[in-house]
Structure formats: structure tokens, C-alpha cells
């Protein structure tokens, strides 16, 4: 099946740091990806959407600012956290999907940010 | 716009006992549902999907679910549940006319907690 590479997997790092996340389809061009933020024992929030080559379409409430998403190929969309703070804490999972609109969203194993 | 709501927040089932995860939906167009597993400080993986034709979808792992148009409902059954699928499920919908750029709306997720 359809697989999702998101990388790091956990990070601690200090406040006031920029983290950045990678999120990759191996086996097949993602036309559009999604990044979510989870809050411990509740659902998946979505932050934006990003469509390959163009800017990332944010949620409202999310700031663009903030949590900067590139898309710059079919295969790869980063998340970048900038001066990040304790609030930012949280988990974060990216999904793609590929051509088609009734593809489901594959979904990346999720990134751990905890800032000290 | 589409909507989707979990009734049960957490689903406590001893071992083989059968076990049915609810979820109803709102929406004005016609619709795709799905259903993902999230193990902890996972990503989500898709269990199953109803796109169209027959309305019960079968996983491989012995979980169905039956879309019911007239209620509005996807509800996850599985005749005899184990210690394994102790997990986060969380139903979601797209509806059929949206973009393929249109993200799935999640339901806020039932911890299925199987004891023996």
C-alpha cells in the first residue's frame, strides 16, 4: 500500500527554536498533502493544505506565519515550526494523497514536538 | 460542508466479546467514509472505506461497517474483538463533490480498550 514517510519522528529541543518536518510519499506523486495537529486524546485538527507548487491554504486560526509549509515536489512537503514555544507542543501528522478525488489520505507515523 | 460525529468517546470490551464503534455523519452532498486505526503516538492507518456499491466493506483483520444513507450512519462492528485492537478509531468523511484538495472531517475519535 500507499506509504507516508514523516520525519523526525520526536523532537525536544528549547524555546525560541525553529523545527522543521519532513513529510514524503514513497510509491506515489501526492498532488496534495495535509498537515494535522493532534492534542493528547482528542482529534485530528487540520492546520492546512498544501497543492504541489503553489501556497499552502491555511485553516482558520493557524498561523501562516508560524508553521510555514513548503510543497516544492510530488513527493516531499515540509512543516517548519518557526521559534517554536511550549504551547506549540503537540503532535503532528501529515497525510497525502495522490490523483483522484476519491483517494484516501495515507497518513505519515506522526511527529512528537516537545519544547522545553 | 460535511460533519461527523462519534457517540462514544471510549469503549471498554473484554476480550472476544463483540464489539460495534458508532459514527453519523452530516452532510448535503453524497459522501465517501472512512474508517482509521491510530495505535499510540502512531499515524493513522486506513482500516476501511465505502466509496460506492454494496454498503457493507469488510477489513482484513475482521472489522466491517455498513453505510446506512437513510441514518446517516457508518458504525464499525467486530463479532470478536482481542487484546491487539485496543486503539484510537476515528471515522471520517469527504463528500463526493468535493476538490480532491478537500481534506477528510474527522470524528473526535472512540478509545476501544479491549481487557481479558
Known amino acids: 500500500g500507499a506509504v507516508v514517510s514523516q520525519h523526525p519522528s520526536w523532537v525536544i529541543c528549547k524555546s525560541g527554536t525553529s523545527v522543521k518536518i519532513e513529510c514524503r510519499s514513497l510509491d506515489f506523486q501526492a498532488t496534495t498533502m495535509f498537515w494535522y495537529r493532534q492534542f493528547p486524546k482528542q482529534s485530528l485538527m487540520l492546520m492546512a493544505t498544501s497543492n504541489e507548487g503553489s501556497k499552502a491554504t491555511y485553516e482558520q486560526g493557524v498561523e501562516k506565519d508560524k508553521f510555514l509549509i513548503n510543497h516544492a515536489s510530488l513527493t516531499l512537503s515540509t512543516l517548519t515550526v518557526t521559534s517554536a514555544h511550549p504551547e506549540d507542543s503537540s503532535f503532528y501528522i501529515c497525510?497525502?494523497?495522490?490523483?483522484?478525488?476519491?483517494?484516501?489520505?495515507?497518513f505519515g507515523d506522526g511527529t512528537r514536538l516537545s519544547i522545553l | 460542508a460535511q460533519s461527523v460525529t462519534q457517540l462514544d468517546s471510549q469503549v471498554p470490551v473484554f476480550e472476544e466479546a463483540p464489539v460495534e464503534l458508532r459514527c453519523n455523519y452530516s452532510?448535503?452532498?453524497?459522501?465517501?467514509l472512512f474508517w482509521y486505526v491510530q495505535y499510540p503516538n502512531q499515524g493513522l492507518q486506513l482500516l476501511l472505506k465505502y466509496l460506492s456499491g454494496s454498503t457493507l466493506v469488510e477489513s482484513i483483520n475482521g472489522f466491517e461497517a455498513e453505510f446506512n444513507k437513510s441514518q446517516t450512519s457508518f458504525h464499525l462492528r467486530k463479532p470478536s474483538v482481542h487484546i491487539s485492537d485496543t486503539a484510537e478509531y476515528f471515522c471520517a468523511v469527504t463528500g463526493k463533490s468535493n476538490q480532491a484538495g478537500t481534506a477528510l472531517i474527522f470524528g473526535k475519535g472512540t478509545t476501544l480498550s479491549v481487557s481479558s
Open positions: 497525510s497525502a494523497r495522490g490523483t483522484g478525488v476519491i483517494g484516501p489520505q495515507h
Open positions: 452532510s448535503s452532498v453524497s459522501v465517501y
